[in-house]
Each structure stands twice: as structure tokens, then as C-alpha cells.
């Protein structure tokens, strides 16, 4: 079944899923807790975990999250080492 405006536009989807009852509870008390629905809790659980999915993992990288700049000369072992550098992995 799909919901729609007046003019037509579908705006949401029916869907039917199974939640184990425990699960069902949670999700019950917490929509409960935001003032939401549990259909408004659990569509913006799943948005959430999807967008979570989708970002990127340089986001947490972090070669890609250091922005200073180095003008002092580089450790000669560091094209060799850098995990050790970036992470402190020690081998």
C-alpha cells in the first residue's frame, strides 16, 4: 500500500517486518522516550545506520584528518614506517 498526497505524489511506502518482542520493546520505549512514533524511530534508525554505511572511510583516517603543515626535515625511515608514524603501530 503506498501513501500519497491529494495530487497524487507517493510520499511513503507500507513495509511489514518482524521484530523480536525484547526489540519491539526497546524501540517502543525509547520512540516513547523522543516523543516520536515507532515508526518515526525506526525510519530514523535506519536512515541513520544507512548514512553511517555510506560515509566515507577516509572520514576517519588519520593521515586525512591531520592539516598541519611540516617544514622540518622527515625521519629517513618514513616512507618505510609511516604506520608506526600515523598510528603508533609497533612492530
Same mark, same amino acid.
Given at each position: 500500500m503506498h501513501v500519497k498526497f491529494a495530487n497524487g505524489v507517493k510520499i511513503m511506502d507500507r513495509t511489514t517486518i518482524m521484530l523480536p518482542p525484547e526489540l519491539k520493546t526497546r524501540a517502543s520505549? %525509547? +520512540? &516513547? &522516550?523522543?516523543?516520536?512514533? @515507532?515508526? %518515526?524511530?525506526?525510519?530514523? +534508525? @535506519? %536512515? &541513520?545506520? @544507512?548514512?553511517?554505511?555510506n560515509r566515507s572511510k577516509v572520514d576517519d583516517d588519520s593521515l586525512f584528518m591531520d592539516n598541519a603543515v611540516f617544514d622540518d626535515p622527515t625521519p629517513e625511515d618514513l616512507a618505510s614506517d609511516h604506520d608506526r608514524y600515523l598510528y603508533g603501530d609497533e612492530k
Open positions: 520505549n %525509547q +520512540a &516513547k &522516550k523522543m516523543r516520536v512514533s @515507532l515508526g %518515526q524511530y525506526i525510519r530514523e +534508525a @535506519l %536512515q &541513520k545506520s @544507512l548514512d553511517m554505511e
